[in-house]
């Protein structure tokens, strides 16, 4: 099986010549698991904002791959090895053209969005961070964000400083910029759209505001890749990471881009094969970026997936996407906002895809539970934003909807239908 075969077979699966009209039923064609019951009734799935569902384009490429030419990469001289390197080295192209990177060689593959914010740390931040630096992070943070740089606090003795956000669950622009003109302040890492509350930052400003003063910046894009387009060129940040399971692809691979001339700078992040030049017994010389990050075998597999995921997105258009949820959206906010019991713990006036709200009078898991066996996904917790639930006083959390591609306005009545059900047995 060669390469083309591989692109060719699963771009028949992009059915959807949208053009200007988003056709969500041939979306939800395309994603096998919207086919199944979930305790016997029709899956409404309103937890991607935790991890997204596949598409057949996503499950073919991968399977083709373990069917077909599979092997490791990089050395082998043999036709599958070779086969098998370009669809890797692709998908890194993939990625590289779909945030706008300058070039592949600005794209490491880690495990997932987590891995890649503990590589900057254990890297970038042993490399420039003494005792008595600080790092500006938010209030909105995932743990992601905020506990790699806990463990350098502890180490090093740095300082962190949480910019605000206000009760609307709005980010407080002023506050992070009073924070910038704290003493010794090296890096700013932030989130690009909370998972908690769906609060949009203005990341293009944070890091213009950052880099006036010649600070790092770091923009944890976990939630905002998949939801419209991306330039990291244009945001002019430093590094920017996300999850491939978050944008429709594999669980197993996140994407770690940074500046060249950064990423080249700094030391490696774990010993093996091949993020070396080479190794004797009293010395060593290091692979160059991206190499150099990428110690041993990869996720080959899930980074074709995630290069189909990427293929797959694009030929519907992000911009498509991003209108179709943005209606979908809104239309959900309109239609809890009507239930009487229902609070809606963000008013922010910049949102996106998420829904954190409570029942008047009933725990959250509860409510999540009398939704599962309506059919409805939903999540409930704290959403690895400990300290932001404690910031607002839930100390239960919350229960959160999102919404992702394949949801339909069909799915935002069915999830109404199912909270006032759950809402009059509670």
């Not at 694009?314 to 239930?339: P, Q, R, T």
């Not at 009487?340 to 713990?345: A, G």
Request: proline share 3%; with cysteine.
């Amino acid at each position: 099986m060669s390469v083309t075969a591989v692109t060719t077979n699963h771009n028949i699966l992009n059915k959807n010549d949208t053009g200007d009209h988003f056709d969500v039923d041939a979306v939800r064609h395309d994603f096998p698991a919207l086919g199944r019951e979930m305790n016997d009734k029709e899956l409404v799935y309103l937890d991607t904002a935790a991890s997204a569902l596949k598409s057949k384009a996503v499950i073919q490429a991968m399977t083709q791959l373990m069917e077909g030419p599979y092997s490791n990469i990089h050395r082998g001289l043999y036709e599958m090895s070779q086969t098998t390197t370009l669809l890797y080295e692709g998908a890194r192209s993939k990625v590289a053209n779909f945030i706008n990177a300058n070039s592949e060689n600005e794209i490491v593959f880690t495990r997932n969005g987590t891995e890649a914010i503990n590589l900057l740390a254990r890297t970038w931040g042993l490399q420039n961070l003494q005792e008595g630096d600080r790092i500006i992070l938010t209030e909105l943070e995932h743990h992601a964000n905020i506990v790699p740089w806990h463990m350098l606090r502890e180490e090093l003795g740095i300082i962190l400083e949480f910019a605000k956000i206000d009760e609307l669950g709005n980010f407080d622009l002023e506050d992070f910029k009073a924070k910038l003109e704290l003493p010794n302040v090296k890096l700013a890492s932030f989130a690009h759209i909370s998972n908690a509350l769906g609060t949009v930052l203005p990341v293009k400003e944070m890091v213009s505001l950052a880099k006036s003063k010649g600070i790092t910046t770091i923009i944890d894009g976990c939630q905002g890749i998949m939801h419209g387009s991306v330039d990291v060129q244009d945001l002019g940040c430093d590094f920017y990471i996300f999850s491939s399971h978050k944008l429709y692809g594999p669980s197993g691979i996140g994407v770690l881009y940074g500046r060249y001339e950064m990423l080249n700078a700094l030391p490696p992040y774990q010993g093996g094969g091949d993020m070396i030049e080479t190794v004797d017994y009293d010395k060593i010389t290091y692979a160059e970026a991206p190499a150099r990050f990428e110690a041993g075998t990869p996720a080959i597999i899930e980074a074709v997936g995630l290069g189909a995921s990427i293929d797959y997105l694009s030929s519907l258009g992000m911009d498509n996407i991003e209108a179709h949820e943005e209606e979908i959206y809104s239309h959900l906010l309109d239609e809890m906002s009507k239930i009487d019991r229902v609070k809606l713990i963000s008013q922010a006036s910049s949102r996106k895809s998420v829904v954190s709200f409570l029942i008047n009078g009933a725990h959250p898991s509860d409510v999540a539970t009398l939704l599962d066996k309506q059919g409805v996904a939903v999540r409930v917790g704290h959403h690895c934003a400990e300290p932001l639930m404690k910031r607002l006083g839930l100390e239960n959390g919350t229960i959160r909807a999102s919404v992702g591609i394949y949801t339909s306005k069909q799915d935002i009545t069915r999830f109404i239908e199912a909270l006032n059900k759950t809402i009059r047995f509670l």
